[in-house]
Each structure stands twice: as structure tokens, then as C-alpha cells.
């Protein structure tokens, strides 16, 4: 189970989707509900679940439960997006928009600091620094989107409720 393995039950080998594919379906069922119940002003259901839980009850004020994925060593997976002004970033950060079988597309969400984007990448830009990721204060969305197989992915670390404005 997890990390893509096979199982083989009663000698028939079988791929399980694993642990992470249910918590990105949970994150976009739940963030659905927010965009859906937010966009139309009809968020009065007692079984909506409370998208802005991570920051604060306040589930209005969020649309997007940002979160990472985790390769088998712990690692974020990462991937680029494109700034206004043409450079290209790494991002460790998404927001799931649809999951099918065990497959899921993802919006690149984009780390901000105070005034711009955050760049990721280690010195010798082979892979991302861990310690950039205390810079990040805010997020934005892009249009930066990629499927992705979520068998591969032995963790998802969910960051923090925000709203990047999916409806406007």
C-alpha cells in the first residue's frame, strides 16, 4: 500500500491509489464546496466542511487549501510557473482542481514574500532550498497547472487555508 506499491491479494497483483489520493480528494471536495457555495453566496449547509480551518473558522475568507506533496524520502515534489514579467520559479505548493482514478491536476500555486515572488531554488539551482520556504508569507494562484500521478507521492502536507480568488 502507498508509495505506488503493488499489493497481491489472493495472487493477483493489484495497484492500491494510496492514502495521498484520498486526502487530494478530500482537499478538492472540500475546496469545491467553498468555491461553489462562496461564488453563489449560498453557504448555509450544515455539512459543508470549513475550508479556512488551518488559519481560522472563518471559511469565507478562503477558496484554496494549499498544500505539498512528499516523495518517498520526504522531499516536496515541485514544480515551475511563470511570473508577470516572464521569469520562470520553482513551487512547492498547490491547489488540486480535479482528481480522476488516481490521477490529479494541479494548479502551481506561487510563495510570496512581502513584495514578490520567492525563488526556490538551492544556490547551485539543482533543487530547492528548504530554508527559502520560511520567506514565504503569502501565496498567489497561477496559470501554471499539471497532472500528476498520486501513486507516486508517499506524503501531502496541507500548508494553509487562503483565498486566491478562483472565482474572480
Not at 132 to 149: A, G, M, P, Y
Request: aromatic share 8%; glycine share 8%; with cysteine.
Amino acid at each position: 500500500m502507498g508509495c505506488g506499491r503493488k499489493d497481491n491479494i489472493g495472487g493477483t497483483s493489484h495497484r492500491h491509489e494510496g492514502c495521498v489520493s484520498d486526502v487530494v480528494k478530500t482537499i478538492l471536495d472540500i475546496q469545491n464546496q467553498a468555491v461553489d457555495d462562496d461564488c453563489d453566496n449560498c453557504g448555509t449547509s450544515c455539512y459543508l466542511e470549513p475550508l479556512g480551518g488551518l488559519v481560522s473558522p472563518t471559511r469565507r475568507n478562503a477558496d484554496t487549501r494549499v498544500f505539498m506533496l512528499l516523495n518517498a524520502n520526504g522531499l516536496p515534489f515541485f514544480a515551475f510557473f511563470s511570473t508577470p514579467e516572464g521569469a520562470v520559479l520553482p513551487s512547492v505548493f498547490f491547489r488540486v482542481e480535479d482528481v480522476f482514478d488516481s490521477c490529479a491536476t494541479l494548479r502551481v500555486v506561487a510563495p510570496w514574500d512581502e513584495e514578490e515572488p520567492v525563488n526556490l531554488l538551492n544556490d547551485d539551482e539543482t533543487g530547492i532550498s528548504m530554508g527559502l520556504l520560511s520567506e514565504v508569507i503569502s501565496f498567489r494562484k497561477t496559470d501554471t497547472c499539471l497532472t500528476v500521478d498520486l501513486s507516486c507521492f508517499c506524503g501531502v502536507q496541507c500548508v494553509k487555508d487562503v483565498n486566491l480568488h478562483i472565482c474572480d
